[in-house]
């Protein structure tokens, strides 16, 4: 191609590209055929966040016996002091969802306190997912529960009430600063307290050998404070709280073979707790669920 022709193509070239950038600059400032609005409503599309659910997850389970899975059986060696159970929920939701990283810390007997000083240290800056189990214990349950088997119907009812009185004048306070020091250690962590199952199923009591209705009604409206105290604590906190009466309703202590708790048990320590089928079909869907 002849000298002058390049130049010339190259010319036209020029101009049409500086024509069509003074058409895009001038109707930034100017109303725009049509075209051209279509033209910068697609170069101005937002970028489409990330979901949630590909996110990277570092999970650390928290809490007491409910989330060790005291009573579930296949107590794994490295928890076998805590009765930290291969049944237990977190471990299962780290099975089905496979996340980066997973760590089950929770011990049978823990408390608020001992919480904070043996379990917090599980977690970190990077930590995304937290549950806990807790409060329980701070409030004797293990010694209410061995008043009402054992003592007349008036002295279990007195030591659920005195439980009760314990839920609501010291509890909250050592919920507060328990989720405070676990925001603390985990800034950017999704955290999710689980409650507490009503034990009985009240509208087969009758007809259910044990401890009698008066004791069961006792214990279940001191589950249900209890669970209550749990609640307003994480919505006080702006943390996440997942009620899992509903999952055991109908699979409660008197509902026979499809019961998700224990009964009395031997060794004892795994009586009045979920068992394995309470683990996976009670406390794993609530976990679930409450993912955002």
Not at 112 to 119: I, K
Not at 131 to 153: A, R
Not at 241 to 260: K, L, M, N, P, Q
Not at 267 to 290: F, I, M, R, V, W
Request: aromatic fraction near 6%.
């Amino acid at each position: 191609m002849p000298v002058r022709r390049i130049l010339a193509v190259a010319a036209t070239s020029f101009a049409l590209a500086a024509t069509v950038v003074t058409t895009v600059v001038s109707g930034a400032a100017n109303p725009a055929p049509a075209s051209a609005a279509r033209l910068l409503a697609v170069t101005s599309l937002p970028v489409r966040a990330q979901p949630a659910s590909s996110l990277v997850v570092r999970y650390v389970a928290l809490g007491d016996s409910y989330s060790a899975g005291t009573g579930a059986g296949r107590y794994t060696a490295a928890g076998k002091s805590c009765e930290r159970s291969a049944s237990a929920f977190p471990q299962l939701w780290a099975t089905r969802h496979h996340p980066a990283s997973f760590a089950s810390v929770a011990c049978a007997g823990a408390t608020t306190a001992t919480v904070r000083t043996s379990q917090l240290s599980a977690l970190s800056a990077r930590t995304t997912l937290v549950s806990i189990t807790i409060g329980g214990n701070d409030v004797g349950f293990s010694q209410v529960m061995e008043t009402c088997v054992f003592q007349l119907p008036g002295t279990c009812v007195k030591a659920v009430t005195t439980a009760e009185s314990s839920v609501r004048r010291v509890l909250p306070g050592r919920l507060d600063s328990l989720l405070r020091a676990i925001r603390t250690r985990a800034p950017l962590a999704r955290i999710v307290v689980l409650g507490y199952p009503d034990l009985y199923d009240l509208s087969q009591s009758r007809d259910c050998i044990g401890i009698g209705t008066a004791k069961r009604a006792a214990l279940n409206q001191g589950a249900g404070v209890l669970d209550r105290a749990l609640s307003t604590a994480a919505a006080r906190n702006g943390d996440g709280f997942a009620d899992v009466r509903s999952e055991f309703a109908r699979h409660e202590i008197c509902d026979g073979g499809t019961s998700y708790l224990n009964a009395l048990t031997f060794p004892l320590d795994g009586s009045y707790h979920p068992n394995a089928a309470g683990q996976k079909t009670a406390y794993l869907p609530a976990l679930t669920a409450a993912q955002p």
